[in-house]
């Protein structure tokens, strides 16, 4: 079986794939399972994986059961975690619990730990089945904390004694090669005598080194690392800072416990991206995939906002009732209210998203915040003058060319919007930067400072100044 030409776009390519040979596994499977490892050992694993999900669900065990047991846990690492639970229900624990300790450490206890939500007594009889050495690792990376450095680290790592030569550094890492998969080849750490980290070196830099130098002579000291404890958004800032593929993770001994690859921080920042997308667009974060959560799990994800939202609204039908009579003299007024409130949400959304990104990139703290008031004061105050002189134009140009009449006291109406827009915009743009500083300092997710949740706020507050500088510019006129 060839696999089909990769095209530009890795999702055409990932679907053609799957459409492609999915329904030849079926017949392998049906009438030559010993077949279907050799016509696929091609495929990526991750093409694998798509293939897997393009077939009927029932059949996902049946094709890793055809695969070796290593090349079956690639697979599994890349299938969505509902479909990966249900397999592994599927399997005798025999032989789910030979592909599981064919997985990476940080992998296979990612993988136990999202089946435990949905049936902790299934993953325990795994873990059980698990040979003594892998089954007591994975349970201690199962005792962090699921999005702490500890919870992503991987123990397959390299390091050696400091006070070990090049020629014997390098007779042991080749060791440690032919024994075993290791996740982080790529980078050697030194420790001492009581295993603390001391130093780092890249292979390639180990590989150059002269004949006879000792490590302790050639290992970078000045090591970064994370505690067990870190936040995962520590281990992606970090990452991201310093351009590391591996960072390494130690105790308070520092002593060298595991190592954070790039991919599970590529993993983490596309989650974070993710869920705070979502909360920006004012609903709880979904915990797996669009398609892989169910109807009634989306509309409890979204409802809770809604209501919210809708409590807010419910505050602006206030405000226009309690100047019901003062608008019904001046009805003209009423055709600038989507314009008014509008240009406050949007203004008020913006300032809320450019400050919960720059949080999320470490970019300012809460000790920032009046700093971050001033800015947006007086970005609001200029926002506001050139949204301010546009709609006071607006109501000039239209009375002046006959378009809209808005009666013998058209300045003083234009007038109204132009402060109006002015206050609110400023208004928008300073509680949309505050907003989530208040939250984070309260202990939430400054991401929860939605943009719609910021609009309807910020709507409210539109409407009180709008009727406030109407009365006060427009009183003993239309008023």
Request: hydrophobic share 45%; aromatic share 6%; with cysteine.
């Amino acid at each position: 079986m060839t696999p089909p030409h990769p095209s530009d776009d890795g999702t055409d390519r990932a679907h053609g794939v799957a459409a492609l040979l999915a329904p030849d596994i079926l017949v392998m499977l049906d009438e030559e399972p010993g077949s279907v490892a050799l016509e696929t050992e091609e495929l990526h694993p991750a093409d694998l994986a798509d293939v897997a999900e393009a077939l009927p669900r029932e059949r996902v065990s049946d094709l890793l059961r055809a695969l070796p047991a290593a090349r079956a846990a690639d697979v599994l690492e890349h299938l969505d975690d509902e479909l990966r639970s249900e397999v592994l229900e599927a399997m005798s624990t025999r032989q789910a619990a030979e592909i599981v300790t064919q997985m990476t450490p940080d992998e296979r206890a990612d993988v136990l730990e999202a089946l435990a939500e949905e049936n902790e007594e299934r993953a325990e009889e795994i873990l059980e089945q698990i040979p003594l050495e892998a089954r007591e690792e994975t349970e201690r990376l199962l005792a962090y904390e699921p999005y702490s450095a500890g919870g992503l680290m991987t123990t397959e790592f390299v390091s050696v004694p400091e006070a070990l030569t090049v020629e014997e550094a390098l007779r042991r890492v080749r060791a440690m090669a032919r024994a075993e998969r290791r996740e982080a080849m790529y980078t050697v750490y030194t420790t001492d005598d009581q295993g603390r980290l001391r130093g780092v070196l890249s292979l390639r830099e180990l590989l150059a080194a002269p004949e006879g130098a000792r490590l302790v002579d050639l290992a970078w000291s000045d090591v970064v690392t994370v505690t067990a404890s870190a936040e995962q958004e520590e281990v992606a800032r970090v990452t991201s800072n310093y351009g590391f593929v591996a960072v390494p993770v130690v105790d308070d001994q520092h002593r060298l416990l595991g190592v954070v690859t790039i991919d599970d921080v590529i993993d983490v920042i596309q989650e974070e991206q993710t869920e705070d997308v979502q909360k920006l667009g004012g609903m709880e974060a979904l915990d797996d995939p669009y398609m892989s959560v169910g109807l009634p799990a989306i509309i409890r994800k979204r409802v809770g906002w809604l209501c919210v939202l809708f409590a807010g609204s419910l505050l602006t039908a206030t405000v226009i009732e309690r100047y019901e009579g003062r608008l019904g003299r001046a009805e003209l007024l009423t055709l600038f209210i989507p314009l008014i409130v509008s240009s406050g949400g949007n203004s008020g959304s913006q300032a809320t998203s450019l400050i919960i990104r720059a949080m999320a990139l470490n970019e300012i703290s809460l000790k920032d915040w009046w700093r971050v008031a001033g800015r947006e004061l007086l970005s609001g105050l200029a926002l506001g003058a050139v949204l301010g002189t546009l709609g006071l134009a607006r109501v000039l140009v239209w009375h002046a060319m006959g378009w809209y009449d808005y009666g013998q006291y058209h300045t003083r109406v234009a007038a109204t919007i132009g402060a109006t827009l002015l206050g609110v915009v400023t208004f928008g743009s300073l509680a949309g930067s505050m907003l989530p500083f208040v939250l984070r300092r309260a202990g939430f997710d400054p991401a929860s400072a939605s943009a719609p949740f910021v609009a309807t706020l910020v709507d409210v507050t539109g409407l009180l100044i709008y009727f406030s500088v109407a009365i006060a510019v427009l009183s003993g006129t239309v008023l």
